[in-house]
């Protein structure tokens, strides 16, 4: 019944900034955690951020720290994606996904939204 929907994702110039959104419905998800994963064409799905709905433990992968921020509204049942300093190589599908416990591998995620390109140009 957990659904996820993406979106925000566009072409932009690298160095530029794109904020994408993440709208779950299907019930509350005080205790989950949320996280942002991403796939470049031939490339395996790697883990971006992860948040806990309550905000207490928040992590990100190597190649986004410092410039990727997650963060969730808990009126709205969003979560947002800010991505600043953009670069080509963040070029890719990024998914928004739900667990019920705090994990960054993807083989923990049972809900997953559809994905939302990113197209970063040099």
């Known amino acids: 019944q957990v659904q996820l929907v993406e979106s925000g994702g566009k072409l932009v110039q690298a160095g530029g900034s794109l904020r994408l959104s993440c709208a779950a419905s299907?019930?509350?998800?005080?205790?989950?955690?949320m996280g942002w994963f991403r796939q470049a064409p031939g490339k395996e799905r790697e883990f971006v951020a992860a948040?806990?709905?309550?905000?207490?433990?928040?992590s990100y992968g190597d190649s986004v720290k410092g410039r990727f921020t997650i963060s969730r509204d808990y009126a709205k049942n969003t979560m947002y994606l800010q991505m600043n300093s953009l670069k080509p190589e963040d070029t890719a599908d990024y998914f928004c996904?739900?667990?019920?416990?705090?994990?960054?591998?993807?083989?923990?995620?049972?809900?997953w939204g559809q994905g939302t390109q990113v197209t970063v140009s040099s």
């Open positions: 948040i806990t709905w309550s905000g207490s433990t928040i």
């Open positions: 996904a739900a667990a019920r416990w705090y994990s960054t591998l993807r083989t923990e995620y049972p809900y």
């Open positions: 299907g019930g509350t998800f005080s205790g989950y955690t």
